[in-house]
């Protein structure tokens, strides 16, 4: 039977906790992987959280799969991963994506202006009139 996006939002949100700004920066300060899956122009309009890793929502089982030629070594499937997306709801989809393929310890924050809200640290976009 098909899944709409209602369910699979709904079992992505079973599999992956949610967490908050300062349990997050915990486990950054123990080093987890922040990552940001926007894509490129949200993260020149917007900013993005310091020290996140970017890696767009398109390419992160590319990324993720150290037997892909893409791979990137900053996932390793004993290192936890905590995600951010715009509003949540990728960063949630891409948590149940990465404990499907392996990845224990992964968390979600849910959206940028939770990571801003929360009081993280954040880069500044681009002024494009620069």
Request: glycine content about 12%; some cysteine; proline content about 6%.
């Given at each position: ?23 997050a920066q915990a486990l950054i300060d ?101």
């Amino acid at each position: 039977m098909p899944q709409s996006l209602k369910d699979m939002l709904a079992a992505a949100n079973k599999a992956v906790e949610k967490i908050d700004v300062a349990a997050a920066q915990a486990l950054i300060d123990d080093g987890a992987l922040l990552l940001d899956i926007r894509d490129a122009p949200e993260l020149e309009r917007v900013g993005r959280a310091d020290g996140s890793h970017h890696v767009p929502r398109g390419m992160l089982e590319f990324r993720a799969d150290p037997d892909s030629p893409f791979h990137d070594p900053e996932f390793r499937r004993d290192r936890p991963v905590v995600l951010y997306c715009a509003s949540g709801g990728r960063a949630a989809l891409a948590g149940k994506l990465l404990k499907d393929m392996g990845f224990g310890a992964v968390y979600n924050i849910g959206g940028f202006k939770d990571w801003q809200s929360g009081g993280g640290a954040v880069d500044e976009g681009v002024d494009p009139g620069m």
